[in-house]
């Protein structure tokens, strides 16, 4: 099929790649000209792993192409998919207005009957005004169109796998033809038809996707309902680390053990900093706001996000504790993304925490294997690492913000003596607490005996 994506970040970059490589015509398109000007010359503006193969194959075999030009990629596509942005207002309302925009541009430009996704999180009701909007901006031509909500559950780190391997695909549509259409473009992941550029051993043994059809406003409330219990688990496991460090309980162990009931499951229980990202937070903040305007009391979804506002105060005291005065003091920060995998530093709980410090009066240096370009642009004011021995270097205390996997395999020996004191105040519950004091640190961590 010839599909046209809207938006190029990470939702409509994945997308748009993952598209092509099972088999479609996909153009992209973006309002952000530099974006596009750098994905023609080869570069990818975002770290996803596994976008390096799929992007430059798509484009050598003529199935993926990037246009400036909004109305190029109307002109193309029989099916729209659109990824643009919906970032919290100030009130936590989602900006729907690049939706809206979107609308007009594919209303004006649009010659013939076209299908239109929303793959953008959402609130539900958005396809209908969608719906309505499309109809009033393409009154002149009268071009009709079908409106359909597949809202996406990829985590960025993982989102080509995530895209190709769905647990689940939902579409929300009014009628048969858009699910049809629909199907048709989902085909290939749905027979499992296509070589994975991601997981090649995995592929042919995993289980196929589940299609779930709904009705529009289901999708869309699927999307904020799913994405706002992730936060509530995470801030519940965060809630029992506080008091399992109050009883001298191990959050591991207790988290380990409740995750072995499939009823509640292992993933999302993992305490410390608290989540981040563009996500999570934002969508939890819209769904609280569309269920006040609808009547319905959220309070545990408040408390929630106000459990993950306090973790960075948490972990500021945390490392009071242990440095008793924090001003003037050399602090060296490892991760600054807001998950590993990632360059994403939007709202991420280790930006956060830079900024706590700094307002403290410490002298933070940080290193991020991925994330530290992107970093820099918000957090011009302190200093960059190349490597996590040289933010280690002189440090009174070394924080682990984000768990990338490379931390874990550091020559903690080596850190130990390029530090100036040997504590480390893990915001991740990334090492073993015995481990690291057998080495010679002071160490502490969240939820755990010290
Ligand atoms: C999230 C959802 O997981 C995806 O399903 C969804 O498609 C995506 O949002 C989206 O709406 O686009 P993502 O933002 O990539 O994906 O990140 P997550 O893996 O959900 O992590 C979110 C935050 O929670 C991170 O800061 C992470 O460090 C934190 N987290 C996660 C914890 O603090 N503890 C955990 O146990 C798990």
């Not at 858009?178 to 992941?189: C, F, G, M, N």
């Not at 529009?216 to 994405?227: D, G, P, R, T, V």
């Not at 003091?329 to 709202?347: C, E, H, M, S, Y």
Request: proline share 6%.
């Amino acid at each position: 099929m010839k599909i046209s994506v809207i938006g190029t970040g990470y939702v409509g970059l994945v997308t748009g790649a993952c598209l092509a490589e099972i088999g479609h015509e996909v153009v992209c398109t973006d309002n952000d000209a530099s974006k596009i000007e750098m994905l023609e010359a080869g570069g990818i503006p975002i770290y996803e792993p596994g976008l390096e193969n799929v992007i430059p194959r798509a484009r050598k075999e003529g199935r993926l192409s990037f246009r400036a030009n909004p109305a190029d990629a109307v002109a193309f596509g029989d099916a729209f998919f659109i990824c643009v942005g919906t970032p919290p207002l100030p009130n936590g309302d989602a900006d729907l207005s690049a939706i809206d925009h979107v609308a007009r541009v594919i209303a004006t430009e649009a010659k013939s009957p076209k299908l239109v996704i929303e793959k953008s999180t959402v609130p539900a009701r958005t396809g209908q005004e969608l719906k309505r909007a499309l109809s009033v901006y393409a009154r002149k031509s009268n071009v009709k169109f079908h409106v359909a909500s597949n809202p996406e559950f990829l985590r960025e780190g993982t989102a080509v796998g995530d895209f190709l391997h769905p647990d689940r695909i939902v579409v929300g549509v009014d009628d048969e033809r858009a699910e049809r259409q629909l199907k048709d473009i989902y085909r290939p992941v749905l027979d499992r038809k296509f070589n994975c550029p991601v997981h090649t051993s995995c592929c042919p043994d995993g289980p196929a996707p589940v299609w779930q059809t709904t009705t529009i406003n289901s999708a869309e409330l699927i999307k904020h309902a799913s994405n706002s219990f992730l936060a509530l688990k995470i801030s519940y496991a965060n809630m029992v680390a506080d008091l399992a460090e109050q009883l001298g309980a191990d959050i591991g162990e207790v988290v380990r053990a409740m995750g072995m009931d499939p009823r509640i499951g292992p993933s999302f229980l993992s305490a410390g900093l608290g989540y981040g990202g563009f996500c999570l937070p934002k969508d939890l903040q819209a769904f609280v706001h569309l269920a006040e305007r609808s009547g319905v009391d959220f309070t545990m979804l408040r408390e929630a996000e106000k459990i993950n506002k306090r973790r960075i105060g948490h972990f500021v005291e945390k490392l009071r504790g242990a440095l008793w005065v924090v001003r003037g003091k050399q602090i060296g920060v490892l991760g600054l993304a807001f998950k590993p995998n990632t360059d994403d530093v939007r709202f991420a709980p280790a930006i956060d925490l830079v900024n706590h410090l700094l307002g403290e009066g410490a002298c933070v240096r940080a290193y991020d294997p991925k994330a530290m370009e992107k970093a820099r642009a918000i957090l011009p004011q302190i200093e960059y690492a190349k490597s996590a021995y040289e933010a280690a270097k002189d440090a009174e205390a070394l924080i682990i913000a984000t768990e990338w996997d490379e931390f874990r395999k550091l020559d903690w020996d080596r850190i130990r003596e390029a530090m100036a004191r040997p504590l480390i105040v893990d915001g991740r519950n990334l090492l073993s607490p015995r481990e690291m004091q057998d080495r010679g640190f002071e160490y502490r961590s969240f939820g755990r005996p010290d």
